[in-house]
């Protein structure tokens, strides 16, 4: 059973939203190219791992973390994505690799993780199996 969620939450994972009949949708407006979000390098959380790992012939000795987005938490709210996936896309790497982290790298990104995400996404339970 989950714990109810506060207003915040609901709007962040959408959840506020009543659903609307489709005569009365609103008319969107035309997305003209891509939308992103303009990161700079300081919005990135960075980890030198202890232990490094490597992927294909590729060293990585260094993770980068970039910040969630709603669009993140909404997949993660969906059931879309799993935590580990969260994070793996977070970290621009798939789960696969993260999955070969030593565990006191492992534990450290974590502990990043749980920075950069919203404290209700640890509260609910979720199977990352």
């Not at 997305?31 to 490094?52: F, I, N």
């Not at 970039?66 to 621009?92: G, H, K, Q």
């Not at 790298?105 to 995400?117: R, S, T």
């Amino acid at each position: 059973m989950m714990a109810p969620k506060n207003a915040i939450e609901d709007f962040m994972t959408g959840a506020d939203e009543a659903p609307v009949m489709a005569a009365e949708a609103p008319a969107e407006a035309a997305v003209e190219g891509e939308v992103s979000l303009d990161l700079s390098d300081a919005d990135y959380r960075y980890l030198t791992l202890r232990r490094a790992i490597k992927r294909g012939g590729e060293k990585i000795a260094r993770i980068r973390m970039r910040p969630a987005m709603l669009e993140d938490i909404d997949d993660w709210s969906n059931a879309e994505i799993s935590n580990r996936e969260l994070l793996a896309r977070l970290c621009d790497l798939p789960p696969e690799v993260l999955k070969k982290l030593a565990w006191n790298d492992a534990e450290a990104l974590m502990e990043i993780f749980h920075q950069v995400v919203p404290e209700f996404v640890f509260a609910a339970a979720k199977d990352d199996a």
